[in-house]
């Protein structure tokens, strides 16, 4: 049985046969509407979503599966004090699968450990989010037409944001991609990312606080949202939430053929005026993780072969 727990669980062989399928299911959607038929997916958020819970759901339900969860710690037994251990024991005989979102880093693996059915990691903490991961791959490679050969720009809070986090350590597995790091000082990335990734596989970066004088050498620009739920101190996240704002202003200085994406939820960090640009690709990103979450759910279930 395999989980989805580090963006690197799966080979980069195996993540681009992930996407194949996504893609395949995107343009096929008919073929899979009953290969989950009698499956149950559960989801169990202790943290808040929309995309990803809801994702999943709509995966599931598109494959003819079934959903069950609760959406809240509050709303689950978490609030009476259960264990991450003993609430996957029980939702394993609930489920076929189950999707986790959790504030601690390291809570789903834990709930790997002790689980009768696949773990999917639907973000940890700070740490990662493998889903949102692979909906970004895909959404590169629809748009782009390839993983290799790009300049990615990262922008925001790249300290805190997970997804910065497993978009890096998914990327640098392809030929000669590089990273230009645009953030405030003090929302650098972690400097494990920076020693163990980036220098460690000799991958060429530079980490400035410069969004438009960088805007030309851009394929795609990857705009975050600062992430206040992590901030010990309000006034610091108050300080450094509008550090960087992308407007039609600043997309003069992109190239035509870079894509704008954003995992989402936005907050200010993209003005609503860059929404009508066909750069803006955020809201086809959503779609794409639909697709990329059922090939997922088709893989960790072993089902690929009851597709006719
Ligand atoms: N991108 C993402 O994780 O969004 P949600 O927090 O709404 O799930």
Same mark, same amino acid.
């Given at each position: 049985m395999r989980h989805l727990i580090s963006p690197l669980d799966f080979t980069k062989e195996e993540i681009d046969s992930l996407l194949n399928l996504g893609a395949d299911i995107m343009n096929n959607s008919d073929k899979y509407a009953h290969v989950c038929d009698g499956k149950k997916l559960a989801t169990c958020f202790y943290e808040p979503s929309t995309r990803t819970r809801l994702s999943f759901e709509s995966a599931m339900l598109n494959l003819g599966g079934k959903v069950l969860g609760f959406s809240s710690a509050q709303s689950s037994s978490a609030a009476k004090g259960e264990s991450v251990a003993d609430t996957i024991r029980v939702i394993s005989c609930f489920a076929d699968i189950c999707a986790i979102r959790h504030p601690k880093e390291g809570a789903p693996s834990v709930a790997a450990m002790f689980s009768k059915i696949p773990v999917i990691n639907a973000g940890d903490g700070g740490h990662n989010h493998p889903t949102q991961t692979l909906t970004d791959l895909m959404t590169i490679k629809e748009k &782009?037409?390839? !993983?290799?050969n790009i300049t990615v720009g990262m922008c925001g809070d790249l300290k805190f944001g997970r997804t910065v986090h497993s978009l890096i350590n998914a990327l640098v597995r392809y030929e000669n991609v590089k990273f230009i790091l645009i953030s405030p000082e003090e929302l650098k990335i972690p400097d494990y990312l920076r020693k163990e990734v980036l220098d460690a596989n000799n991958i060429e970066y530079i980490e400035t606080s410069e969004l438009e004088e960088n805007m030309? &050498? !851009?394929d795609i620009l990857y705009m975050t949202r600062v992430q206040r739920e992590r901030f010990f101190n309000e006034e610091d996240y108050i300080r450094l939430k509008d550090s960087f704002i992308l407007d039609e202003k600043k997309m003069q200085y992109a190239r035509d053929d870079m894509f704008v994406l954003h995992p989402l939820p936005r907050v200010n960090e993209i003005s609503v005026d860059v929404d009508n640009d066909k750069r803006a690709v955020y809201f086809d990103q959503v779609q794409y993780g639909v697709y990329v979450r059922m090939a997922l759910i088709l893989r960790l279930l072993e089902l690929e072969d009851k597709v006719k």
């Open positions: &782009k037409g390839r !993983l290799d030309h &050498k !851009l």
